[in-house]
């Protein structure tokens, strides 16, 4: 069976921070959370980038902590995963739907 992953983005924003924008691009790896880059952006047009990687553990285990505290964690990612699946199978039976109408025609 492939291995899948879905990506998806969750952007934090704060309309009184200096910074307005706090971006983490994550992946729902088999229904499991990980977070890949986050990206801060500044009022003043200026973006900041780093891989979650090149942190030290307590710095990647800080940012899977915001995120939990905002509702976004390992459940959130099964939801993800599950609903992309889901769509997924949909999308491939809708196209196999679409083969069997041309070829009949």
């Not at 983005?9 to 200096?18: F, L, W, Y």
């Not at 039976?93 to 083969?99: A, S």
Request: net charge negative.
């Amino acid at each position: 069976m492939e291995e899948q992953e879905d990506y998806f983005s969750v952007t934090i924003s704060k309309r009184s921070a200096a910074n307005s924008d706090l971006s983490f691009e994550c992946c729902a790896n088999r229904g499991f959370l990980e977070i890949d880059q986050i990206t801060l952006k500044g009022k003043d047009g200026a973006v900041h980038m780093v891989k979650l990687h090149e942190l030290e553990e307590e710095g990647q285990e800080a940012f899977y902590d915001y995120l939990e505290d905002r509702g976004v964690d390992n459940e959130f990612a099964r939801t993800v995963f599950l609903a992309l699946d889901y769509y997924d199978q949909m999308e491939f039976r809708q196209w196999v739907r679409g083969i069997r109408d041309f070829v009949s025609a």
